[in-house]
């Protein structure tokens, strides 16, 4: 099967479904398909009629990804009986993501860069790849540690200020931006996960460093995509990849490598105050409580 034809299957279940979502439910069905099948080929999706396997090739991930991987199959099914079943299961993964937030209770993998990852990591790590001239994952890992932003960095494009402010409402809504100007430098971003309850957020870019090297950036740039060829699920490869061989240089453990959630874990378990955490709600698009709920770990506490 191709990718439009399975697009156009998800689409028609949910026809609000942003893009990004429905290449990483197409990915998800590919990989599953994979797994259980041993093909690289989707034919059809008879696969997902062996629920016992289907379950047993995500026992092993994260909630978050078990719960994903599951509706992207619920997407494509017209088998009431099963969509039921992945239904409840989908449920049943919400509930147990809400006790393991309401108990402080975390993955393995997740404690594991808790206890090996610090903020002073990060930013060494983001020192280190501009020494090693890796410019654009340094500037990635930069925006997603200081303003804690999904993976839509790397849909942004650049724009200057004086055509931005041109631009009419609908016309801001339509990408995410990096709008250039030297004492007003800001991020916009109209495209991300919870943009239809938080609508277009506005994000000062006001580290110094973080805004030299941007500025640095631009200067070389050859198209307005601030990185072209990128999209959101290389970005997470990316991250992952250089932060893995930053901390174990010789083995390149995976279990070392950084993505979004665990960067974002690091960095509001280290909060200075509540005005901080305020700030990081605005930015990221995301409530105060959900911040609280999913990545607020207490880790040090509990040692205590």
């Not at 197409?26 to 629920?51: A, Q």
């Not at 997470?236 to 930053?246: H, L, Y």
């Not at 930015?283 to 770990?297: C, M, V």
Request: hydrophobic share 35%.
């Amino acid at each position: 099967m191709e990718y439009s034809e399975i697009a156009n299957i998800i689409k028609e279940s949910k026809p609000n479904l942003k893009d990004t979502s429905i290449k990483q439910y197409v990915s998800s069905l590919k990989n599953l398909n994979k797994k259980i099948t041993g093909s690289d080929l989707l034919v059809n999706f008879e696969f997902v009629k062996n629920k016992d396997k289907v379950l047993d090739s995500i026992k092993d991930l994260h909630i978050t990804s078990q719960r994903n991987k599951l509706i992207s199959i619920i997407t494509i099914l017209d088998d009431e009986s099963l969509k039921e079943f992945y239904g409840k299961k989908v449920q049943e993964l919400n509930k147990q993501q809400t006790e393991n937030y309401n108990n402080n209770i975390v993955s393995d993998n997740t404690n594991f860069k808790l206890q090996n990852w610090t903020t002073l990591d990060i930013e060494k790590c983001i020192n280190h790849l501009k020494i090693k001239q890796q410019f654009d994952t340094a500037l990635l890992l930069s925006l997603i540690y200081h303003y804690l932003f999904r993976n839509e960095v790397a849909s942004l494009k650049l724009i200057k200020k004086s055509k931005y402010d041109k631009l009419t409402e609908e016309e801001k809504l339509k990408n995410n931006f990096i709008v250039k100007h030297y004492s007003n430098m800001f991020i916009s971003r109209a495209i991300y996960k919870t943009d239809k309850k938080h609508g277009l957020i506005l994000t000062k870019v006001d580290d110094k460093m973080l805004k030299m090297d941007l500025l640095q950036y631009i200067k070389n740039m050859k198209t307005d995509e601030f990185f072209p060829n990128m999209s959101q699920e290389l970005v997470s490869k990316r991250i992952s990849r250089a932060t893995c061989e930053f901390k174990d240089p010789l083995e390149k453990n995976p279990q070392y490598g950084l993505g979004t959630s665990s960067i974002n874990k690091i960095v509001i378990d280290s909060l200075p105050g509540v005005s901080k955490l305020v700030e990081i709600s605005k930015d990221r698009g995301t409530s105060i409580s959900t911040l609280l709920l999913a990545y607020f770990n207490n880790h040090n506490i509990n040692q205590n």
